[in-house]
């Protein structure tokens, strides 16, 4: 199975940089993947990484060490629609996605 | 351009109750997921589906079934709705490309159905 952990709640100001930590533990992992997901919405597709190493896709970025169990996603120049929930989901050797349970982000004027 | 449809949105039941949650994709995947969402915990899988007339059971199945007749739907059944199946659930569907040509095989999500049962 898989244990994944992240952070319940961060507060960041509009315009600066914030971190999500995800740390997991899998009997087998075949990529991870960063959502965001609006409040009362469906989770939407943000980053997919699967060699170690960091993804860069606009305003966001997301880093990968399968040694350590850890990834990240930075946000940067945060904006106002950015306050969200962001989900570490890992992919085992089974093709199945298990998430984590989110970090909620709110972004501060 | 649809994606992946989820009716009904909402639907309140009572104990005991039993009821049938629609979820239709018009991307041809070939796989579709039943999860339930709740505070705290994350996205929990129900039941899966990677192809049509198979399931399997996911993290939490007690208590649903589905079913998978056509590829393009994916139904997911209370037979006796009980408090603890108060949750919002969503659908999705994804490619079936394994090995090298996975790749990312994004998960589409549906806009969630909110149960209640009292």
């Known amino acids: 199975g898989q244990n994944i952990d992240q952070p319940t709640e961060m507060t960041a100001t509009e315009g600066a940089i914030v971190q999500i930590n995800c740390t997991y533990q899998t009997s087998g992992f075949n990529g991870l993947f960063w959502y965001q997901q609006h409040a009362g919405e469906a989770p939407t597709f943000l980053s997919y990484n699967v060699l170690d190493g960091l993804e860069e896709k606009g305003r966001f970025s997301s880093f990968l060490s399968r040694s350590k ?11 106002m629609k950015d ?16 998430f984590g349970a989110g970090t909620t982000v709110t972004v501060r004027a | 351009n649809a994606g992946v449809t989820q009716t009904p949105k909402f639907r309140v039941l009572k104990t005991g109750q039993s009821m049938t949650l629609l979820c239709a994709q018009d991307m041809n ?25 198979t399931t399997a059971k996911g993290e939490v199945p007690d208590g649903y079934n589905v079913s998978r007749l056509k590829k393009q739907n994916f139904l997911l059944g209370l037979e006796s709705a009980a408090p603890s199946q108060t949750s919002v659930y969503f659908c999705a569907s994804s490619y079936a490309r394994r090995g090298r040509a996975s790749g990312a095989n994004v998960l589409t999500f549906g806009a969630g159905s909110r149960l209640t049962v009292l």
């Open chain 2, 29 to 53: 995947h070939e796989y579709m997921y039943w999860y339930r969402q709740d505070p705290g915990m994350g996205l929990r899988l129900i039941h899966y589906s990677v192809g049509e007339g």
């Open chain 1, 69 to 79: 169990g850890y990834s990240y996603l930075l946000l940067k120049e945060l904006q």
């Open chain 1, 83 to 98: 306050s969200a929930s962001y989900l570490c989901a890992v992919r085992g050797y089974d093709y199945k996605l298990s």
